[in-house]
């Protein structure tokens, strides 16, 4: 079973910076996409950010030049560097990531996982 755990959510206020991180732990072989999507309410889920294997981003227009997203492949972990904050900024944030994990067969097989999510708030 696979787990991504995410933290550093928080309340901030506009013009300020936060730093998320979402570790992935459990049977897995190797993580390939991993990325950062945000739900605010009344809205539907929505991309952020995303990092391939090999640290190629890719960033929601909302969030180009202000946020940066980052992983440690060693670790499994993903981080969301969040600077210049605004109001409409404020949403649950979710991890994602799509791995290779085995089957209990012998075999693999791609799956893909969500944390639970972590709110940003931002405001005065």
């Known amino acids: 079973q696979v787990q991504l755990v995410e933290s550093g959510g928080g309340l901030v206020q506009p013009g300020g910076s936060l730093r998320l991180s979402c570790a992935a732990s459990g049977s897995i072989v190797s993580i390939n996409a991993m990325g950062w999507y945000r739900q605010a309410p009344g809205n539907q889920r929505e991309l952020v950010a995303t990092i391939t294997g090999g640290g190629r981003t890719n960033y929601a227009d909302a969030v180009k030049g202000r946020f940066t997203i980052s992983r440690d492949n060693a670790k499994n972990t993903v981080f969301l560097q969040m600077n210049s904050l605004k109001p409409e900024d404020t949403a649950v944030y979710y991890c994602?990531?799509?791995?290779?994990?085995?089957?209990?067969?012998?075999?693999?097989?791609?799956?893909?996982?969500w944390g639970q999510g972590t709110q940003v708030t931002v405001s005065s």
């Open positions: 994602n990531a799509g791995l290779l994990e085995p089957t209990g067969w012998g075999t693999l097989r791609q799956s893909d996982y």
